[in-house]
């Protein structure tokens, strides 16, 4: 395949400036997004999901830095533009749904007239012609027209988070972060979305980078997932390979930490313990504390690096290494 | 997993509960129906798991359970027992200390001012479940041990801001236990925790389940975590119970359309997202304005005339099941 990356992340290193002392939020991640693909990024709470995302969008405040590595968009330099380039990156070529979207709608304009804004914001674009363009928006995301002069609290929250995701589309971008888009929602509701957000992505053919702590979802809706723990990537591949035949133990365990209702049910395990403390991440391989296939003398001292196995995986750990040079 | 023992008595029954909200002023003000004539029996050492959508009346159907919603009609017996006619502090902390409750947020549960096991200590003291100073920090360890917090010594020191959220939701558990009860009532005891914490806390109920013989009333939006650690499920829609069957059962067979469209929407990660045949049309109908039907009607693809006429009774299907749904009607019929 020659297919060119729309974004392309290398080495990217983000520390919190803590009172006590740097917490390594994000070390060495690197990882591509092709055009109109779903990638999914995958962990437990504070492993770096969302700061790569709102690294990616330069949307990172003190005490956050980026300290090191390099976000391609094509060929520019995410972190080298200034602010009005940025500015005009931010909307014509990427969206972002966060996971409280839904409430960050302002509550005294009506829904119309929020996509009308970011519209006229960004374009050139008369009112009657922009106002045109957000019913055909709201339509594309399912919601009634008539719903053009609605405010936000005459809607349910599955219809703020659609109004949120027809604002994300006005400016036709070619990527969309959604950051836990349909987690407030109930089931029914998330299915509707993600059925909407699906089509949509066939019709318009943009790029997402979908986050969430779900993993069944993550993998139905996701071509490729990349699984952190604390901070780093400890695997990446496409979706169901990984859901089917984890290689990482860290990956294993945790497609074996949530019921299903699909399929015979099993007992499950979980993970014992807790992530580690990013102030003073344990050496070597960060999850080998928890791990119950370490191998002494090696997972506690020799930080494993991302190696490629086959033609489309890569894991990060020493057993897997291993295998790979015995067969 | 225990299966309900017909002939035995239901530690806790809930017999035609409904539960009115009055909104607004006087004149201007509705009726929220939150629950219309909900019944089932729980038993020890048995988990019947509450599911729904928000909205749907799981947590008011808790709430009653635990006394702090006065039910609008419909009674609530302990071990056959009617409980709702017996008043004052002391019946109602004899009730209390054995129906106990584990809230979602582990966050909002815990008193930041104060240790681990301060909120392990009130019930023990409250219940008099302990005689004297050593008694009381035996039972502590105890029941800190039991739910695996360890090394016992050092949690109880502890204050909620240095624990994670699985270990202060271990606490609010400890804390529940401490007042030896028969049953739990645990309204989305897990869903604010991770992945790998969830089932730590699940695998621990249905521990306590086994070994102490408590019976679980667990409310959650998942089904599939209702199928893990459930015995029998009950499926509410707009404060209706619509179908009530063993867990397994449910998830291969559901029957009700309402559970049959929840099933369709739970993600399934051994394949893509794709087009389902199940329409998932519509959204939970406003409860003030419901009519005699049933509220699942305008959005269900069986639904026929007499749907929006009157909510259709229990068909018991077979042994410990029954559905609410006319188009199980006809299979009462003999043969």
Known sequence: MTREPLIQIQNLNVEYRTVRGAVRAVENVSFELFPNEVFGLAGESGCGKTTVANAMTRLLKPPAYITGGKLMFRDTNILELDAEQLRAFRWDQLAIVFQSAMNALNPVLTIGNQIIDAMQAHQAIAYAEARAHAKRLLRTVGIDVARVDSYPHQLSGGMRQRAVIAIALALNPELIIMDEPTTAL?????????????????????????????????????????????????????????????????????MNSFPTVHGPRRELLGIPGAPPDLIDPPAGCRFHPRCELAIAGECETVVPPLIRIGNHRDVACHLVKEAEAAS | MSQPRKNKQPVLEARNLSKDFHTGGAFTGGVVKAVQGASFKLFRGHVVALVGESGSGKSTIVRMLARLHEPTAGEIFYNGEAVLSQRGRRALLRYRSRVQMVFQDPFGSLNPVHRASHAVQRPLKIYNKASGRQDLRDKLEELFALVSLTPVGEFIEKYPHQLSGGQRQRIAIARALAADPEVILADEPVSMLDVSIRLGILNLMARLRDEQGIGFLYVTHDLASARYFADEILVMYAGFIVEQAPAEELISDPKHPYTQMLLAAVPDPTRGLKTEDIELEGEIPDLTSLGGGCPFAPRCQHAMDICNEAMPTETTLEDGRWVRCYLYEDELAPA
């Open chain 1, 186 to 254: 109930d089931v029914v509701v998330q299915k509707q979305i993600l059925q909407e957000i699906k089509d949509l992505r066939e019709q318009f053919g943009f790029s997402i980078l979908f986050i969430t702590h779900d993993l069944s979802l993550l993998v139905e809706i996701s071509d490729r997932i990349g699984i952190m723990y604390a901070g780093k990537f400890v695997e990446a591949g496409p979706a169901r390979e990984i859901f089917s035949d984890p290689k990482h133990p860290y990956t294993d365990r945790l």
